[in-house]
């Protein structure tokens, strides 16, 4: 990990077309200060991207400044071999810099300390206590330069890294990537665009689109789902509070779009039998906030209100804190022989006791195991983003040495 | 939903739901796009059906209607919220779904009620899955030719954008046979009513990890589905493993003395002409091969980038 300045007013570099990285002083709500090093070019797209737009959204369809891949599987364990192929592209014509965080949602046994997802994975009297286990790393892109990696291997060599020999690129990419921390590992990547490796600091751009294919040989199965963008709304004071949306003190201008009020799930009810298969889901879930300074992991109720096909409607809250990967099958309310329907239509919105709304990002698993035998196969497919949440949700980045 | 196969072998389950709290209307049209001479491969020779088939569908609040393609969905005469029939499609199929919704009297609406899955599941139990592509209405008017031009409907994208596996490489995981990608695009632009099929002439911009970069052309009418690099040579791996694509529709000359020329602006179509873009959609389905001839394929919905108004859509006439 690279050096990076503490504190609210920090150094932004600016990318100069010709002659390498030139710096210019940004301060929190400050305006900027260009240096005269740049090209028309630059300033052309940096302004552009100064102008605010209301229309930014959450969403898998457009570049954004924010990744979320809401589910990263790696387990090469005894009897297993999953893991998760990760893309990342920059969809612009100059260099971009990216700060990724992986979260871990799994938890060690409470005495034997071996990693589970649930109690069911520790021995007997034992809880798993959940932890929220950060690693961030960084790196930068050359221009519309792509990037694939094994969440168990890592990256540690980006192509186009003068450091390593290759072949010869125009850019200059640099940084890399760990692999995850734990194996098994399952949790969440969250990516934010930045000005640079060096001195980081969150930017107005709208330049990244990801994708996760979640690959088993087992079956074999592969699983893709678009990683969901948080686009910026133009405006950034280029703090490490990134503020989704607008409201209260700490957040009184929008810099990223708000998250969602509600998000839609269209899905089999569990037991299902779907051309000769029967198909069992999980949804994974996790806030819209998260507090990487503190490492402080926030907790939410999703409340979910299910419709079946005979518009009979059945509603159930379960906890999240800082990554659920609900299987739907832990409640029979989402089971066919309750529901008495193949599929349904379900709401899903986070709050907590006030009640205030934790919006709640996430992406849906969907198992279909032969009828007649053999090994599950699985797919992935986003939720749908339904209303604004009203206030703002923060990331907080954390400050580095 | 650009692709939707019922062939015999795979099979393809619609999701379809009405997110909103009220009583909403769907007029739904299958368009498929399998070619003439189902024993031969498409080509110029050998072109899509283009046969349309459509249905409605009246859905309670919030209720899920799911149907399996190659068998449609009976109604159930016990339930007083029943949806209403889908007919099953005529086997090959292979082409698109699409759903608008209406009023009751069958006139477009603009509730943005609709949201859709659809699921394509192998004879051998593999499956991928997509979210239908959404199209949202702002100020929809009850005659039958949608406006996709940011007034009436919004825009459908100037660009489509993907991340893929190379062509021809082994997936990094499995590390089999080589990956095949394989894209699914449909013009925006369709005349239901007569049956007249939408062309678009694709620009493709593929880049890679060593910033290599390849452009190329092909053409998409009605419905296509083809391999990466059998669309154009721009896809090729060369060593890489992992692609960044960029797909720019054309427009089309309409008017002026060269109608049905392509155009990137209106100065391009001589004696008056407008440059009309017809957009594009789609989908891309990877499949990735293990040890021992088995394979897994996960289908992702593409990235958009811009708007690019422009596209018709014209509903069939009701009888």
């Known amino acids: 990990m690279m050096g990076r300045c503490k504190g609210k007013a920090r150094e932004m570099s600016v990318r100069d077309g010709r002659t390498g990285w030139t710096k210019a002083s940004i301060g929190r709500g400050s305006a900027a200060t260009l240096s005269h090093g740049l090209v028309l070019m630059s300033i052309a797209v940096f302004l552009s991207a100064w102008s605010t737009r209301s229309d930014a959204v959450v969403g898998s369809e457009r570049p954004a400044a924010i990744l979320v891949f809401p589910l990263i599987a790696l387990d090469t364990g005894a009897g297993s071999n999953r893991d998760t192929e990760i893309e990342i592209a920059n969809t612009q014509s100059t260099e971009v810099a990216v700060e990724c965080f992986y979260v871990n949602g799994l938890g060690s046994c409470s005495a034997s300390l071996t990693v589970c997802e649930t109690a069911a994975d520790c021995p007997v009297g034992e809880n798993c206590v959940v932890g929220w286990q950060t690693t961030d790393f960084l790196f930068k892109l050359t221009p519309r330069q792509v ?92 703090d490490l509070v990134l503020c989704l949306g607008a409201g209260g003190s700490t ?37 819209c906030s998260q507090d990487f300074a503190g490492q402080q992991p926030t907790s939410a109720v999703a409340t979910f209100m299910i419709t079946n096909e005979f518009e009979l409607r059945t509603s159930l809250a379960v906890s999240v804190r800082c990554f659920r990967d609900l299987h739907l099958a832990e409640n029979p309310i989402f089971g066919v022989a309750l529901q008495g329907s193949l599929a349904g239509y379900t709401r899903i919105q986070g709050i907590t006791n006030g009640p205030i709304n934790v919006p709640l990002l996430g992406v849906v698993t969907e198992e279909h195991t032969p009828t007649g035998g053999g090994a599950a196969r699985r797919a992935a497919f986003g939720l749908t983003a339904l209303g604004r949440n009203p206030g703002a949700d923060i990331i907080t980045l954390p400050a580095l040495p | 939903m650009p692709k939707v196969i019922a062939d015999g072998q795979r099979d393809t389950v619609i999701e379809l739901v009405n997110n909103l709290n009220m009583v909403t209307s769907a007029l739904c049209i299958y368009v498929n796009g399998a070619p003439v001479d189902p024993m031969q491969p498409p080509g110029p020779a050998n072109p899509p059906t283009w046969m349309v088939v459509d249905f409605t569908l009246v859905m309670t609040a919030r209720q899920p209607v799911v149907w399996t393609v190659s068998q449609g969905r009976v109604p159930d005469p016990t339930n007083p919220t029943d949806p209403g029939v889908v007919p099953p499609v005529q086997q090959p199929f292979t082409g698109e779904l699409k759903c608008v919704e209406t009023d009751v009297t069958g006139a477009p609406l603009g509730g943005n009620a609709l949201t859709a899955e659809a699921t394509i599941i192998d004879p051998d139990g593999d499956v991928g899955k997509y979210d239908g592509i959404t199209i949202p209405g702002i100020s929809v008017n009850s005659d039958p030719v949608l406006h996709l031009d940011d007034v009436e409907y919004g825009a459908c994208p100037a660009e489509l ?159």
């Open chain 1, 147 to 238: 990037i694939s990696w094994r969440a168990g291997q890592g990256l540690p060599q980006l192509p186009c890294d003068p450091a390593f020999p290759g072949p010869s690129c125009l850019g200059e990419s640099a940084g890399s990537i760990p692999s995850t921390p734990t194996d098994p590992f399952l949790g969440e990547l969250k990516c934010v665009e930045v000005s640079d490796t060096v001195n980081p600091v969150p930017v107005a751009a709208n330049d990244l689109i990801g994708t996760a294919t979640i690959v088993d040989h087992a079956g074999p199965d592969a699983a893709s789902y678009s990683a969901i963008g948080i686009e910026s709304t133009g405006v950034n004071n280029h």
């Open chain 1, 251 to 287: 957040c009184p201008q929008a810099e990223y779009a708000p998250c969602p009020a509600v998000l839609g799930m269209n899905h089999f009810f569990d037991n299902a039998t779907v051309v000769n298969g029967t198909v069992r889901s999980s949804v994974t879930l996790v806030p």
């Open chain 2, 161 to 319: 954008r993907f991340t893929h596996p190379a062509d021809g490489e082994p997936d990094l995981v499995l590390q089999g046979d080589p990956v095949s990608n394989f894209l699914t695009l449909v013009p925006c632009t369709q005349n239901l009513d007569l049956g007249s099929p939408g062309q678009v002439l694709v620009m493709a911009d593929v880049s890679d990890e060593f910033e290599q970069r390849l452009s190329g052309t092909f053409q998409v009418d009605c419905w296509r589905e083809s391999t990466l690099t059998a669309l154009s040579p721009a896809f090729m791996s060369l060593g890489s493993t992992v692609k960044y694509s960029r797909l720019v529709p054309r427009g089309k000359c309409e008017g002026g003395t060269s109608p049905g020329t392509f155009c990137k602006v209106n100065s391009d179509c001589p004696g008056g002409g407008e440059c009309r873009f017809p957009g594009l959609l789609g989908v891309l389905e990877t499949v990735h091969p293990a040890t021992a001839g088995a394979a897994a394929s996960a289908i992702r919905n593409l990235h958009t980038f811009g708007s690019m108004p422009g596209a018709t859509m014209t509903l069939p006439s009701l009888p």
